[in-house]
Protein backbone atom coordinates (compact mmCIF):
# COMPACT_ATOMS: atom_id res chain seq x y z
CA UNK A 1 0.00 0.00 0.00
CA UNK A 2 1.19 3.61 -1.14
CA UNK A 3 2.58 5.82 2.02
CA UNK A 4 0.22 8.89 1.44
CA UNK A 5 0.67 10.05 5.51
CA UNK A 6 1.96 13.54 5.05
CA UNK A 7 3.57 14.89 8.41
CA UNK A 8 4.13 18.69 8.94
CA UNK A 9 5.67 20.08 12.29
CA UNK A 10 3.51 23.17 14.27
CA UNK A 11 5.87 25.07 15.99
CA UNK A 12 4.39 25.98 19.06
CA UNK A 13 6.28 27.47 22.38
CA UNK A 14 6.94 25.31 25.62
CA UNK A 15 5.79 22.30 23.76
CA UNK A 16 8.78 19.67 22.30
CA UNK A 17 7.03 19.13 19.44
CA UNK A 18 3.91 19.33 18.24
CA UNK A 19 3.13 17.15 14.88
CA UNK A 20 -0.04 17.34 12.18
CA UNK A 21 -0.91 14.52 10.01
CA UNK A 22 -2.88 14.29 7.04
CA UNK A 23 -3.96 11.72 4.90
CA UNK A 24 -6.18 12.08 2.30
CA UNK A 25 -6.11 8.25 1.17
CA UNK A 26 -8.45 7.97 4.48
CA UNK A 27 -10.05 11.17 6.15
CA UNK A 28 -6.95 11.11 8.77
CA UNK A 29 -6.02 14.67 9.79
CA UNK A 30 -4.44 14.34 13.12
CA UNK A 31 -2.55 16.62 15.89
CA UNK A 32 -0.18 14.80 18.34
CA UNK A 33 1.37 17.30 20.57
CA UNK A 34 4.54 16.27 23.18
CA UNK A 35 4.38 18.64 25.88
CA UNK A 36 7.90 17.01 28.12
CA UNK A 37 9.53 13.97 27.87
CA UNK A 38 12.16 15.06 31.00
CA UNK A 39 10.51 12.19 32.98
CA UNK A 40 10.14 10.08 30.70
CA UNK A 41 8.29 9.37 27.12
CA UNK A 42 5.20 11.20 26.19
CA UNK A 43 1.84 9.21 27.34
CA UNK A 44 -1.25 10.08 26.88
CA UNK A 45 -4.67 9.27 24.97
CA UNK A 46 -5.93 9.63 21.38
CA UNK A 47 -9.13 11.33 21.60
CA UNK A 48 -11.18 11.41 18.15
CA UNK A 49 -14.05 14.30 18.65
CA UNK A 50 -15.54 16.83 15.69
CA UNK A 51 -13.69 19.78 15.88
CA UNK A 52 -14.58 22.68 14.46
CA UNK A 53 -11.36 23.48 13.08
CA UNK A 54 -7.75 22.91 13.44
CA UNK A 55 -7.66 25.87 15.36
CA UNK A 56 -9.56 24.28 18.11
CA UNK A 57 -8.01 21.06 17.92
CA UNK A 58 -4.50 21.97 18.79
CA UNK A 59 -6.00 24.64 21.74
CA UNK A 60 -7.73 20.97 23.01
CA UNK A 61 -4.43 18.55 22.15
CA UNK A 62 -2.15 21.59 23.66
CA UNK A 63 -4.16 21.66 27.21
CA UNK A 64 -4.48 17.80 27.23
CA UNK A 65 -1.16 17.56 26.61
CA UNK A 66 -0.04 19.71 29.18
CA UNK A 67 -2.17 18.55 31.76
CA UNK A 68 -0.61 15.12 31.04
CA UNK A 69 3.11 16.21 31.77
CA UNK A 70 1.57 17.55 35.69
CA UNK A 71 -0.61 14.32 36.15
CA UNK A 72 2.53 11.57 35.47
CA UNK A 73 4.76 14.03 37.21
CA UNK A 74 2.76 13.98 40.41
CA UNK A 75 2.09 10.51 39.96
CA UNK A 76 5.64 9.46 39.58
CA UNK A 77 5.02 7.31 36.81
CA UNK A 78 8.13 8.19 35.11
CA UNK A 79 6.64 9.25 32.37
CA UNK A 80 6.17 12.74 30.14
CA UNK A 81 3.20 14.31 29.47
CA UNK A 82 1.61 14.53 25.17
CA UNK A 83 -1.49 13.59 23.64
CA UNK A 84 -3.26 13.02 20.45
CA UNK A 85 -6.63 14.20 18.57
CA UNK A 86 -8.37 13.07 15.49
CA UNK A 87 -10.60 15.48 14.18
CA UNK A 88 -13.41 13.77 12.92
CA UNK A 89 -17.19 12.32 13.61
CA UNK A 90 -16.68 9.07 15.42
CA UNK A 91 -19.58 7.46 13.63
CA UNK A 92 -18.78 8.45 10.13
CA UNK A 93 -15.04 8.52 9.62
CA UNK A 94 -13.53 5.47 11.75
CA UNK A 95 -11.76 2.87 9.46
CA UNK A 96 -8.89 0.59 9.79
CA UNK A 97 -7.06 2.26 6.98
CA UNK A 98 -7.74 5.49 9.40
CA UNK A 99 -6.26 3.99 12.23
CA UNK A 100 -3.17 2.11 10.12
CA UNK A 101 -2.34 5.71 9.59
CA UNK A 102 -2.61 7.16 12.79
CA UNK A 103 -0.14 4.28 13.85
CA UNK A 104 2.06 5.12 11.08
CA UNK A 105 2.14 8.87 12.38
CA UNK A 106 2.68 7.50 16.70
CA UNK A 107 5.45 5.91 14.83
CA UNK A 108 7.38 8.46 13.25
CA UNK A 109 7.69 10.16 16.44
CA UNK A 110 10.24 7.15 17.52
CA UNK A 111 8.65 6.52 20.83
CA UNK A 112 8.77 9.99 21.77
CA UNK A 113 4.64 9.66 22.09
CA UNK A 114 3.36 6.68 23.35
CA UNK A 115 -0.47 6.74 22.66
CA UNK A 116 -3.48 5.22 24.44
CA UNK A 117 -7.05 4.63 24.66
CA UNK A 118 -9.09 7.96 25.70
CA UNK A 119 -12.40 9.85 24.54
CA UNK A 120 -13.96 7.79 21.47
CA UNK A 121 -11.49 5.43 21.02
CA UNK A 122 -11.11 1.87 21.65
CA UNK A 123 -8.89 -1.15 22.58
CA UNK A 124 -10.18 -2.19 19.28
CA UNK A 125 -9.02 0.86 17.64
CA UNK A 126 -5.86 0.40 19.14
CA UNK A 127 -5.08 -3.18 18.44
CA UNK A 128 -4.98 -1.66 14.30
CA UNK A 129 -2.93 1.21 15.48
CA UNK A 130 -0.54 -1.57 17.50
CA UNK A 131 0.04 -2.76 13.82
CA UNK A 132 2.26 0.12 12.52
CA UNK A 133 3.47 0.93 15.68
CA UNK A 134 4.89 -0.81 19.10
CA UNK A 135 4.03 2.83 20.83
CA UNK A 136 0.50 2.17 22.01
CA UNK A 137 0.44 1.43 25.69
CA UNK A 138 -3.18 0.04 27.43
CA UNK A 139 -4.03 -2.79 25.78
CA UNK A 140 -5.52 -6.37 26.75
CA UNK A 141 -3.81 -8.52 29.33
CA UNK A 142 -3.88 -11.55 27.04
CA UNK A 143 -2.06 -8.91 24.63
CA UNK A 144 0.63 -8.14 27.67
CA UNK A 145 -0.95 -4.52 28.00
CA UNK A 146 -2.26 -3.24 31.35
CA UNK A 147 -6.33 -3.88 30.62
CA UNK A 148 -9.13 -1.59 31.70
CA UNK A 149 -7.99 1.46 33.87
CA UNK A 150 -11.19 2.12 34.82
CA UNK A 151 -11.06 0.08 37.95
CA UNK A 152 -7.58 1.43 38.59
CA UNK A 153 -9.06 5.05 38.68
CA UNK A 154 -12.11 3.95 40.83
CA UNK A 155 -9.83 2.42 43.38
CA UNK A 156 -7.42 5.93 43.53
CA UNK A 157 -10.75 7.81 43.92
CA UNK A 158 -12.45 5.86 46.38
CA UNK A 159 -8.65 6.13 48.81
CA UNK A 160 -8.77 9.65 47.85
CA UNK A 161 -12.04 10.13 49.24
CA UNK A 162 -11.24 8.53 52.24
CA UNK A 163 -8.27 10.72 52.62
CA UNK A 164 -10.67 14.04 52.26
CA UNK A 165 -13.09 12.56 54.88
CA UNK A 166 -9.96 11.87 57.36
CA UNK A 167 -8.74 15.42 56.77
CA UNK A 168 -12.03 17.02 57.23
CA UNK A 169 -13.81 14.91 59.97
CA UNK A 170 -10.74 13.39 61.67
CA UNK A 171 -12.01 9.52 60.79
CA UNK A 172 -10.95 8.45 57.26
CA UNK A 173 -14.76 5.86 57.33
CA UNK A 174 -17.12 6.40 54.62
CA UNK A 175 -19.29 4.37 56.73
CA UNK A 176 -22.39 6.36 57.45
CA UNK A 177 -21.39 9.05 55.25
CA UNK A 178 -23.25 10.30 52.25
CA UNK A 179 -21.47 10.57 48.87
CA UNK A 180 -23.29 12.04 45.84
CA UNK A 181 -21.76 10.44 42.26
CA UNK A 182 -22.24 12.77 39.26
CA UNK A 183 -22.44 10.40 36.27
CA UNK A 184 -22.00 6.17 37.25
CA UNK A 185 -20.25 5.02 34.01
CA UNK A 186 -16.96 3.00 33.93
CA UNK A 187 -15.50 4.50 37.03
CA UNK A 188 -18.28 6.23 38.88
CA UNK A 189 -19.64 2.61 38.92
CA UNK A 190 -16.83 1.02 40.40
CA UNK A 191 -16.54 4.18 43.46
CA UNK A 192 -20.30 3.52 44.11
CA UNK A 193 -19.24 -0.13 44.01
CA UNK A 194 -16.78 0.79 46.74
CA UNK A 195 -18.31 3.31 48.78
CA UNK A 196 -21.64 0.92 48.86
CA UNK A 197 -19.30 -2.03 50.28
CA UNK A 198 -17.50 0.55 52.95
CA UNK A 199 -21.00 1.42 54.31
CA UNK A 200 -21.61 5.17 52.83
CA UNK A 201 -24.84 6.24 51.55
CA UNK A 202 -24.65 6.65 47.98
CA UNK A 203 -26.29 8.74 45.85
CA UNK A 204 -25.63 8.44 42.10
CA UNK A 205 -27.18 10.98 39.27
CA UNK A 206 -26.46 9.72 34.95
CA UNK A 207 -28.58 10.42 31.66
CA UNK A 208 -28.21 6.56 31.48
CA UNK A 209 -31.24 5.34 33.73
CA UNK A 210 -30.51 1.68 33.14
CA UNK A 211 -27.25 1.92 34.59
CA UNK A 212 -28.92 3.83 37.54
CA UNK A 213 -31.39 1.20 37.94
CA UNK A 214 -28.90 -1.81 38.26
CA UNK A 215 -26.91 -0.07 40.59
CA UNK A 216 -30.23 0.84 43.02
CA UNK A 217 -30.36 -3.24 42.61
CA UNK A 218 -26.84 -4.81 43.09
CA UNK A 219 -25.99 -1.69 45.44
CA UNK A 220 -28.33 0.05 46.61
CA UNK A 221 -27.90 3.21 44.90
CA UNK A 222 -30.14 6.31 45.58
CA UNK A 223 -30.82 7.56 41.94
CA UNK A 224 -30.74 11.47 42.26
CA UNK A 225 -31.73 13.76 39.21
CA UNK A 226 -28.72 15.16 36.77
CA UNK A 227 -30.23 18.80 38.27
CA UNK A 228 -30.11 17.53 42.27
CA UNK A 229 -26.44 15.91 42.29
CA UNK A 230 -24.43 18.90 42.49
CA UNK A 231 -26.74 20.97 45.00
CA UNK A 232 -27.62 17.74 47.14
CA UNK A 233 -26.35 18.32 50.80
CA UNK A 234 -24.24 15.62 50.96
CA UNK A 235 -20.21 14.88 52.86
CA UNK A 236 -18.95 14.26 49.48
CA UNK A 237 -19.82 15.39 46.02
CA UNK A 238 -18.00 13.27 43.59
CA UNK A 239 -17.77 13.93 39.39
CA UNK A 240 -17.03 11.34 37.60
CA UNK A 241 -19.15 12.45 34.20
CA UNK A 242 -17.91 16.12 32.41
CA UNK A 243 -14.74 18.37 33.14
CA UNK A 244 -15.30 21.99 33.61
CA UNK A 245 -18.52 21.93 35.90
CA UNK A 246 -16.99 24.04 38.83
CA UNK A 247 -17.58 27.65 37.78
CA UNK A 248 -19.35 31.26 39.30
CA UNK A 249 -22.64 29.64 38.88
CA UNK A 250 -21.81 26.41 40.35
CA UNK A 251 -19.61 26.70 43.26
CA UNK A 252 -22.25 28.76 45.45
CA UNK A 253 -24.81 26.38 44.90
CA UNK A 254 -22.74 23.39 45.97
CA UNK A 255 -23.99 21.95 49.97
CA UNK A 256 -20.81 19.59 50.43
CA UNK A 257 -17.52 20.11 52.26
CA UNK A 258 -15.53 18.01 49.83
CA UNK A 259 -15.16 18.04 46.25
CA UNK A 260 -13.15 14.70 44.98
CA UNK A 261 -14.18 12.85 41.64
CA UNK A 262 -12.62 10.98 38.62
CA UNK A 263 -13.47 13.74 35.43
CA UNK A 264 -10.68 15.50 34.20
CA UNK A 265 -10.78 19.31 34.07
CA UNK A 266 -12.83 20.27 36.60
CA UNK A 267 -12.44 23.95 37.15
CA UNK A 268 -13.71 25.71 34.49
CA UNK A 269 -10.78 28.76 35.42
CA UNK A 270 -7.56 28.11 37.75
CA UNK A 271 -9.17 30.94 39.57
CA UNK A 272 -12.16 28.33 40.82
CA UNK A 273 -9.73 26.82 43.05
CA UNK A 274 -9.76 29.60 45.22
CA UNK A 275 -13.24 30.46 45.06
CA UNK A 276 -14.06 26.54 46.07
CA UNK A 277 -11.59 27.21 49.06
CA UNK A 278 -13.15 30.47 49.62
CA UNK A 279 -16.31 28.50 50.26
CA UNK A 280 -14.96 26.27 52.74
CA UNK A 281 -14.79 23.04 50.00
CA UNK A 282 -11.85 20.88 50.56
CA UNK A 283 -10.93 20.18 46.68
CA UNK A 284 -9.28 17.05 45.82
CA UNK A 285 -7.39 18.31 42.70
CA UNK A 286 -8.30 15.97 40.12
CA UNK A 287 -5.31 15.23 37.89
CA UNK A 288 -3.78 14.24 41.26
CA UNK A 289 -7.03 12.12 42.86
CA UNK A 290 -7.94 10.36 39.26
CA UNK A 291 -4.44 9.34 38.28
CA UNK A 292 -5.06 5.16 39.32
CA UNK A 293 -5.87 5.20 35.67
CA UNK A 294 -2.29 6.12 34.22
CA UNK A 295 -0.30 4.86 36.92
CA UNK A 296 -1.82 1.41 36.07
CA UNK A 297 -0.68 1.96 32.67
CA UNK A 298 2.78 3.19 33.62
CA UNK A 299 3.73 -0.31 35.60
CA UNK A 300 3.51 -1.82 31.51
CA UNK A 301 7.16 0.42 31.43
CA UNK A 302 8.72 -1.32 33.91
CA UNK A 303 11.53 -3.62 33.48
CA UNK A 304 9.93 -6.84 34.20
CA UNK A 305 6.64 -6.02 32.39
CA UNK A 306 2.88 -5.19 33.98
CA UNK A 307 2.64 -6.86 37.66
CA UNK A 308 -0.56 -5.37 39.17
CA UNK A 309 1.16 -5.37 42.80
CA UNK A 310 2.95 -2.91 41.59
CA UNK A 311 0.20 -0.78 40.39
CA UNK A 312 -1.59 -1.15 43.45
CA UNK A 313 1.48 -0.12 45.74
CA UNK A 314 1.52 3.35 43.87
CA UNK A 315 -2.24 3.50 43.42
CA UNK A 316 -1.99 3.31 47.55
CA UNK A 317 0.18 6.34 47.35
CA UNK A 318 -2.81 8.60 46.19
CA UNK A 319 -3.94 9.69 49.58
CA UNK A 320 -0.62 10.32 51.08
CA UNK A 321 -0.04 12.73 48.19
CA UNK A 322 -3.59 14.67 48.73
CA UNK A 323 -2.65 15.24 52.15
CA UNK A 324 1.03 16.71 51.09
CA UNK A 325 -1.32 18.85 48.75
CA UNK A 326 -3.80 19.79 51.58
CA UNK A 327 -0.23 20.67 53.77
CA UNK A 328 0.77 22.96 51.05
CA UNK A 329 -2.47 25.00 50.90
CA UNK A 330 -3.24 25.45 54.11
CA UNK A 331 0.81 26.41 55.07
CA UNK A 332 0.80 28.62 52.23
CA UNK A 333 -2.56 29.64 51.54
CA UNK A 334 -2.90 28.41 48.39
CA UNK A 335 -6.02 26.68 47.17
CA UNK A 336 -5.02 22.53 46.74
CA UNK A 337 -4.67 23.12 42.76
CA UNK A 338 -2.39 25.95 42.64
CA UNK A 339 -0.23 23.66 45.12
CA UNK A 340 -0.72 21.04 42.64
CA UNK A 341 0.10 22.80 39.78
CA UNK A 342 3.65 23.80 41.73
CA UNK A 343 4.15 20.78 42.62
CA UNK A 344 4.33 19.31 39.33
CA UNK A 345 6.22 22.39 37.81
CA UNK A 346 8.90 21.51 40.30
CA UNK A 347 9.88 18.33 40.01
CA UNK A 348 9.57 18.47 36.02
CA UNK A 349 12.42 21.77 36.95
CA UNK A 350 14.03 19.77 38.86
CA UNK A 351 14.64 16.81 36.93
CA UNK A 352 15.67 19.02 34.15
CA UNK A 353 18.33 20.69 36.09
CA UNK A 354 19.76 17.14 37.44
CA UNK A 355 19.90 16.01 33.75
CA UNK A 356 21.71 19.47 33.31
CA UNK A 357 23.90 19.07 35.76
CA UNK A 358 24.78 15.48 35.37
CA UNK A 359 25.32 16.46 31.72
CA UNK A 360 27.84 19.05 32.74
CA UNK A 361 29.29 17.17 35.62
CA UNK A 362 30.71 13.85 33.45
CA UNK A 363 34.46 15.97 31.99
CA UNK A 364 34.57 15.59 28.78
CA UNK A 365 37.04 12.55 27.65
CA UNK A 366 40.36 13.47 26.86
CA UNK A 367 40.73 16.36 28.10
CA UNK A 368 40.78 15.90 31.65
CA UNK A 369 41.15 12.48 31.30
CA UNK A 370 37.50 11.90 32.13
CA UNK A 371 35.89 8.47 32.33
CA UNK A 372 37.97 6.47 35.20
P1 LIG B 1 -17.81 7.02 31.02
O1 LIG B 1 -18.12 7.60 29.68
O2 LIG B 1 -17.77 5.54 31.18
O3 LIG B 1 -18.84 7.58 32.13
C1 LIG B 1 -19.30 8.89 32.14
C2 LIG B 1 -20.76 8.83 32.56
O4 LIG B 1 -21.23 10.15 32.79
C3 LIG B 1 -21.67 8.20 31.50
O5 LIG B 1 -22.38 7.12 32.07
C4 LIG B 1 -22.59 9.36 31.09
O6 LIG B 1 -23.90 8.93 30.79
C5 LIG B 1 -22.56 10.21 32.33
N1 LIG B 1 -22.93 11.62 32.12
C6 LIG B 1 -22.66 12.41 31.07
N2 LIG B 1 -23.15 13.64 31.27
C7 LIG B 1 -23.75 13.62 32.48
C8 LIG B 1 -24.44 14.58 33.25
N3 LIG B 1 -24.63 15.84 32.81
N4 LIG B 1 -24.92 14.21 34.46
C9 LIG B 1 -24.74 12.96 34.93
N5 LIG B 1 -24.10 12.01 34.23
C10 LIG B 1 -23.62 12.32 33.03
O7 LIG B 1 -16.42 7.68 31.45
P2 LIG B 1 -15.41 7.19 32.58
O8 LIG B 1 -14.34 6.39 31.95
O9 LIG B 1 -16.18 6.64 33.72
O10 LIG B 1 -14.75 8.57 33.01
C11 LIG B 1 -15.46 9.50 33.80
C12 LIG B 1 -14.66 10.78 33.92
O11 LIG B 1 -13.40 10.48 34.55
C13 LIG B 1 -14.31 11.42 32.58
O12 LIG B 1 -14.30 12.81 32.77
C14 LIG B 1 -12.90 10.94 32.30
O13 LIG B 1 -12.18 11.86 31.50
C15 LIG B 1 -12.32 10.89 33.71
N6 LIG B 1 -11.22 9.94 33.87
C16 LIG B 1 -11.42 8.62 33.56
C17 LIG B 1 -10.37 7.72 33.73
C18 LIG B 1 -10.56 6.26 33.42
O14 LIG B 1 -9.69 5.45 33.80
N7 LIG B 1 -11.63 5.86 32.77
C19 LIG B 1 -9.13 8.17 34.19
C20 LIG B 1 -8.97 9.52 34.51
C21 LIG B 1 -10.03 10.40 34.34
Known amino acids: ?20 GVDPSC ?3 AIIAVHDTTLGPA ?9 ASEDEALFDVKRLSRGMTFKS ?22 SEALYLAMGRLVDALGGKYITAEDVNTSVGDLEIIRRATKYVAGLERK ?13 GVFLGIKAALGWTFGNDSPKGRTVAIQGTGAVGSALAKRLAEAGAKVYGADKNVERLKQLEKEIGLIPASEADVMTMKCD ?39 MLADRGVLYAPDYVINAGG ?17 AL ?16 SKEERIPPSDAADRLAERIVADARGAKKTTSCAVPPRGRTGGGG
Not at 2 to 20: K, S
Not at 43 to 51: A, E, K, S, T, V
Not at 143 to 155: E, H, I, V, W
Not at 245 to 259: A, E, F, G, M, N
Open 43 to 51: LGGLRMWPY
Open 294 to 310: IINVSVEFHPGGYDEKV
Open 143 to 155: DGGSGNPSPYTAY
Open 1 to 20: MTNTLQITDIPVAGYERVVR
Open 236 to 274: VFAPCALGAILHDQSIPKLDTPIVAGAANNLLLEPRHGK
Open 73 to 94: AVAQTGLGGGKAVMIGDPKKVK
Open 313 to 328: GKIERIPQALKELWTI
Open 27 to 29: GLH
